[in-house]
Nanobody, 127 residues
Framework: QLPLVASGGGSVQPGGSLKLSCAPASEFTDDSYSWGWFRQAPGKEREGVAAIRSDGTTRYADSVKGRFTISQDNAKGTLYLQMNSLQPADTAMYYC????????????????????WGQGTQVTVSS
């Protein structure tokens, strides 16, 4: 019902920055929703990175606090992830996800609560 398209990945050196974006293929007009960014490195489980709710509530993984910022453009229906001070440990495939509910703040980084996912965009951080 709601395919998502993620973009903006690439290769950067440690300390560099990237800005990811995610947009639904169709218009997203629901008043209650949650957006999330997740990542998965080779051989590792997918983990929640950052999330934002329609009421503005945000949540970040401890590993990215102070470096990553999640935001949304309601007019465009687009989700963003500004990634600064990137490190090799941030190398992963990054996925955006959405759900038509305001997920409880404690659960915002739990992937099982999101029903719609994008295809992923690769972020590689190396010298």
């Amino acid at each position: 019902q709601l395919p998502l398209v993620a973009s903006g990945g690439g290769s950067v050196q440690p300390g560099g920055s990237l800005k990811l974006s995610c947009a639904p293929a169709s218009e997203f007009t629901d008043d209650s929703y949650s957006w999330g960014w997740f990542r998965q490195a080779p051989g590792k489980e997918r983990e929640g990175v950052a999330a934002i709710r329609s009421d503005g509530t945000t949540r970040y993984a401890d590993s990215v606090k102070g470096r990553f910022t999640i935001s949304q453009d309601n007019a465009k229906g687009t989700l963003y992830l500004q990634m600064n001070s990137l490190q090799p440990a941030d190398t992963a495939m990054y996925y955006c996800a959405a759900d038509f509910s305001q997920i409880g703040g404690f659960w915002l980084l739990r992937e099982g609560l999101y029903n719609y996912w994008g295809q992923g965009t690769q972020v590689t951080v190396s010298s």
